[in-house]
């Protein structure tokens, strides 16, 4: 933390640099920030929609596309960003200048398009912000041992704000997005939603981790590990600049600082499921190894897991990738089929996962029983089922997601009043 002068790692998503006018909208929050007397560290998205044409590009060129030159391509849009903002700021008189990944050097593991940070050299933003400069910062990327530009995952800016903000020693990371805080639910879906004042960094991390889409997951592990105060506010509303005495939106803290802990803290939905079942799998050891190795081999995260075993000696085994690794998933399970010897696979990609969380779970019982009442009631099919120490999960079908998500916000008491 730093002693004397303020400093701030301000991070604003795609939706907050859509257009130009965005941009200054930005540039004149960032200003505030200088003019009280803060050291100003900015982190910036892809404008809105830029990252999703990019990745269309290159999945209508290739679907199994070399993942190298697929970061080569997706890192752009941070670039255009970056430049943008700092002319704004420099137009507003504000000394700003823009750093890509590779020019701090934000150095990744070779995981492309799904790369980890391995270290941060803050010094040069240090003298740089030191020297009253605003170092503005393209987010998700960073650069591998081998000088190949990598990407950091979807929402990896979030990712890339709060390492920094570790980095530089940072009093806190704003990270600015469309909605002034983190609610117990999307208010999109559910009127009344409520908007939580502070929330845990295991609470958050496990929502993340289930698909709300404030913040990445990765962001709030590293927020967790590191003890970065994060704090979630809106971009598009206008007034003083936030300050430790002042905090609009809604903060990311230690579970000791919550006195009292609601049972459920939110719930979560994710459309970025797909659902592979490996069927009539010879029910012998070492076939989970056999059917997963694979898949790791091939950098495919799996999610929820279910296995069913049969009187015949098979066995079949369910599971959960994300959208993105659904057709590498497939793609590493038919070329192991010689090994692992299933009968058939079996696909699903309409699907949703809806999650509920609370650290109050660890002292009260009947959480998943009442989840699964409330889904029983209107006739929605549970999957699959996976849980936490302070979380239960289950798949869906996709049709069902507002209808699920709505009963069970108010199942558990968390509409608003």
């Known amino acids: 933390m730093s002693t004397t002068v303020p ?72 670039q255009v960003t970056s430049g943008l903002l700092a002319i704004a700021l420099q137009a507003l008189g504000v000394d700003a200048r823009s750093w890509l990944g590779w020019q701090i050097p934000l150095r990744t593991d070779d995981a492309h398009g799904k790369a980890r940070i391995e270290s941060i050299d803050g010094t040069a933003l240090i003298a740089s912000m030191q020297a009253g400069q605003v170092p503005v910062i393209a987010g998700f990327q960073g650069v591998d041992h081998d000088n190949r530009i990598t990407t950091l995952g979807r929402g990896g800016s979030d990712t890339s704000a709060v390492a920094l903000a570790a980095a530089l020693h940072a009093d806190r990371c704003d990270i600015y997005t469309d909605v ?54 809106s971009s598009f509303t206008d007034g003083p600049a936030p300050s430790e005495g002042h905090l609009p939106g809604s903060i990311v803290v230690d579970e000791d600082e919550i006195v009292e802990k609601e049972l459920v803290a939110g719930i979560a939905y994710s459309r970025d499921e797909a659902k592979i079942s490996v069927r009539r799998v010879p029910d012998r050891p070492g076939i989970a190894a056999a059917v997963f190795g694979p898949l790791a081999e091939a950098n495919v995260n799996v999610d929820m897991i279910v296995q069913s ?61 009442t989840m699964f009442r409330t889904l029983s009631e209107r006739n929605i099919n549970v999957q699959v089922i996976s849980t936490s120490e302070i979380k239960v999960s289950v798949l869906i079908a996709a049709e069902y997601t507002e209808l699920a998500v709505r009963a069970l916000h108010a199942a558990y008491g968390l509409d608003a009043a």
């Open 180 to 233: 002034d805080g983190i609610y117990t639910t999307d208010p999109r879906i559910v009127a009344k939603a409520r908007k939580l004042d502070k929330i845990t960094y295991e609470e958050m991390l496990e929502l993340a981790s289930v698909g709300a889409k404030v913040l990445q997951t990765r962001s709030v592990e590293l927020a967790m590990k590191e003890r970065v105060r994060v704090q979630v506010l």
């Open 309 to 369: 075993t049969g009187d015949d000696g098979m066995t079949n085994i369910t599971f959960t990738v994300g959208k993105t690794d659904f057709a590498q998933a497939i793609k590493a399970l038919e070329e192991a089929r010689d090994v692992i010897h299933y009968g058939e696979l079996a696909t699903d990609d309409d699907v949703v996962k809806i999650s509920v969380v609370g650290v109050g779970m660890r002292s009260h019982t009947g959480v998943a029983n």
């Open 7 to 78: 400093r701030i790692v301000m991070k604003f998503g795609g939706t907050s640099v859509a257009n130009l006018e965005r941009i200054r909208a930005v540039a004149e929050k960032v200003r505030k920030q200088v003019d009280a007397g803060c050291e100003v560290a900015v982190v910036v998205s892809a404008m809105s929609g830029v990252t999703n044409r990019l990745v269309g590009y290159c999945q209508d060129l290739s679907a199994l596309h070399d993942p190298r030159e697929y970061d080569t391509v997706v890192a752009t849009g941070e």
